[in-house]
C-alpha cells in the first residue's frame, strides 16, 4: 500500500477550524529559530487519513485476530473491560504532581493492587515502579546488592543464571554488576542439582530462576535449590513474567524465593508487545523492604492513602513518578473481575492447552522435554533438516495459514525450537485448527519443501532481512527533498 505521504495533495486538510475572529497576531519570531525546510506533512482529507490507518491496521497481526502462542511472552486476550477503566476521566486525566487528597481513588487502587499481589506471590512488599520485566529485573538485583553491601557480603559478586534462562536475566545481572554463571540443566529440562551445588559458593549472591521455567517445566526441586541458596548466605530471586502457570496454585513466596519481579502486561492482561507501555513490579520478603525504590504507596491510620518516602536505604528510583498507572488499572480491573478462582481456572487453563496441543503434536514432531507442562512447551524441528527446510521455513509457512508462528530458536538449549504457549484464552476448536495446520505444514515440509522455503506467500510483505531491518532501522519517511539535508 501507499504510504501517507504519496497520498498527499496539496492544500487538503482533515480538519475545519471555524473562521479567524480576533486580529492576527504577527510575534517576531527570531530569524534563527524560524525553520527553514518545508515541514513535509501528509496533506489529506479525513476519509483518507481514517482509511490509510484502518487499511494500515488490517495488515497488522494481533491476538485480536488470531492464534498467538508466543512462548515466554504470553500474548493472551486482553479484556476490552480493562481498557474502559483505563480510559475512566478520573485516571488517565491525572497529573503526576497533583496533591495526594485529590487522588485518593488512584492511590487506594495502587495500595490494594500493592496488596493483591503480595498476597498472589506470597511476599511481603512490593513497588509498582518498574515499567516492564527487565526493569523490574534490574530493580531487583540493585536490590540485592544493596542489601548484601549493608551486611558485610561485598564479596559476593556472583549471579548463577540457568542455560535455559530468558536472555534479560543474564543481562541484568550484569547491569547490576553482577558476574553471571550459567548452570546448566539436565536431561528433564530442569536445573542440574549436582551442577549447581558445584557453582554456589561464599561469592554467590543470588541464584536467580524462572519457575516453572522456560521450557514450560516446573522445578520440583525447588525447596532444596532454596536451602542450597539460603545455606550459603545467597539470595533466591524469581522472576515471574508468566505467572499465568501457577498463580493461585503454588506462590513463589512459599518456595523460598526472597525477591520477586510480575510483568502486569504478560499474566495480569495488558495487551503488549512492539514497546508499548508494561509493568514490572518487584516484590520482595520483609527484610528487604527497606531497600525498595522510593515512594510506595501506604495507609494512614486515619484511611488516607500517601506516598511513603520514609525508606531508609531505597535504591532509589527507578523511574519517573509512580510506574505506568494506567497498566495498573488494568492489571487491578483484571484481577477484581477475575477474582480467586478465576485466577486460579486461568492457570488451569492454561496448563491444560499447553499439555493438550503438546501431546497431539508429539505424535508427529518431537518434543524436547516429554513430561508434563505447565503453560507452554518446546518443539524440536530438527527432523525438518532431512527435508532441506528448517523451523525459521516451517513458520513462516504458518503465516501462510493465518496463524502467528511461536517463539523460535529459544530457549537457545534446544536445537531447531520451537516455544510453544497456547495461552488459556484459547478454545479447543483454535486449538484443533493449530495441530491441523502444523500437521499439513509438516506435510508440505516433505512433500514439496520449496513451498516453504518461499514462505509467507500471502502477507503483505515477504521474508524480511532481519539483520538489516535491526542494524539499519528507518522510522521516517524522508522525501528526495530531504534526503540530500539529512
Ligand atoms: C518477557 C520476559 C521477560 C522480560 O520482560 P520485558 O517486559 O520484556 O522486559 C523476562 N523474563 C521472562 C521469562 C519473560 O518472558
Do not use: W
Not at 548452570?183 to 542439582?193: A, I, P, Q
Not at 527497606?290 to 527507578?318: Q, T
Not at 519443501?449 to 519517511?477: G, I
Amino acid at each position: 500500500m501507499k504510504l501517507i505521504f504519496e497520498k498527499s495533495s496539496k492544500g487538503r486538510t482533515a480538519y475545519t477550524l471555524p473562521k479567524l475572529d480576533v486580529p492576527e497576531s504577527n510575534i517576531d519570531i527570531p530569524t534563527h529559530l524560524i525553520r527553514k525546510t518545508h515541514l513535509n506533512f501528509p496533506e489529506v482529507y479525513e476519509t483518507e487519513v481514517v482509511r490509510h490507518y484502518n487499511e494500515l491496521a488490517s495488515l497488522n497481526y494481533s491476538v485480536d485476530r488470531g492464534f498467538y502462542p508466543l512462548g515466554s511472552c504470553t500474548m493472551k486476550y486482553n479484556p476490552v473491560l480493562n481498557e474502559e477503566a483505563a480510559s475512566l476521566e478520573g485516571f488517565k486525566m491525572l497529573h503526576p504532581y497533583q496533591e495526594e487528597e485529590t487522588i485518593q481513588g488512584a492511590l487506594e487502587l495502587m495500595y490494594e493492587l500493592q496488596n493483591f499481589l503480595v498476597e498472589i506471590t506470597g511476599m511481603d512488599n512490593i513497588t509498582l515502579q518498574p515499567a516492564a520485566g527487565a526493569h523490574g529485573e534490574l530493580t531487583g538485583m540493585l536490590i540485592i546488592r544493596k542489601y548484601l553491601h549493608d551486611n558485610n557480603f561485598n564479596h559476593k559478586n556472583e549471579v548463577i543464571v540457568p542455560d535455559s534462562a530468558h536472555g534479560t536475566n543474564p543481562a541484568s545481572a550484569a547491569m547490576a554488576g553482577f558476574k553471571v554463571i550459567e548452570v546448566k540443566s539436565n536431561s528433564e529440562g530442569r536445573v542440574d542439582l549436582k551442577n549447581l551445588k558445584e557453582l554456589v559458593n561464599e561469592n554467590t549472591a543470588a541464584i536467580m530462576l524462572t519457575n516453572p521455567n522456560t521450557l514450560g517445566i516446573f522445578e520440583k526441586d525447588i525447596l532444596e535449590i532454596s536451602q542450597i541458596a539460603h545455606q550459603n548466605n545467597a539470595l533466591l530471586y524469581y522472576d515471574g513474567a508468566n505467572l499465568n502457570a501457577i498463580m493461585g496454585k503454588s506462590r513463589p513466596g512459599d518456595n523460598g524465593f526472597d525477591v520477586v519481579h510480575l510483568n502486569l502486561h504478560k499474566t495480569f492482561s495488558t495487551p503488549h508487545g512492539m514497546g508499548g507501555p508494561g509493568s514490572g513490579p518487584v516484590a520482595v520478603k520483609s527484610y528487604l523492604k527497606a531497600y525498595l525504590p522510593k515512594p510506595i504507596v501506604s495507609r494512614r491510620e486515619n484511611g488516607m492513602y500517601f506516598f511513603d518516602y520514609n525508606i531508609p536505604k531505597s535504591i532509589g528510583r527507578v523511574r519517573s513518578f509512580y510506574g505506568n498507572f494506567l497498566v495498573l488499572v488494568k492489571a487491578y480491573t483484571y484481577i477484581l473481575s477475575m477474582g480467586k478462582e478465576g485466577l486460579k481456572k486461568a492457570s488451569e487453563l492454561a496448563t491444560l492447552n499447553a499439555n493438550y496441543l503438546k501431546e497431539k503434536l508429539s505424535k508427529s514432531f518431537e518434543i524436547a522435554y516429554s513430561s508434563l507442562c505447565k503453560h507452554e512447551f518446546v518443539l524440536k524441528g530438527t527432523m525438518l533438516k532431512n527435508y532441506g527446510v528448517n523451523t525459521l521455513d516451517f513458520v513462516k509457512r504458518l503465516l501462510d495459514y493465518g496463524i502467528h508462528p511461536p517463539t523460535i530458536y529459544f530457549p537457545l538449549i534446544v536445537d531447531e525450537a520451537m516455544m510453544i504457549e497456547p495461552t488459556e484464552t484459547e478454545s479447543k476448536e483454535t486449538l484443533d485448527f493449530v495441530i491441523d495446520v502444523y500437521e499439513k505444514v509438516l506435510d508440505e515440509a516433505i512433500n514439496s519443501p520449496e513451498v516453504l522455503k518461499e514462505a509467507p506467500h500471502s502477507t503483505p510483505v515477504k521474508r524480511l532481512d532481519e539483520v538489516k531491518a535491526n542494524k539499519e532501522l528507518k522510522v521516517r519517511y524522508i522525501n528526495n527533498e530531504e534526503q540530500g539535508l539529512d
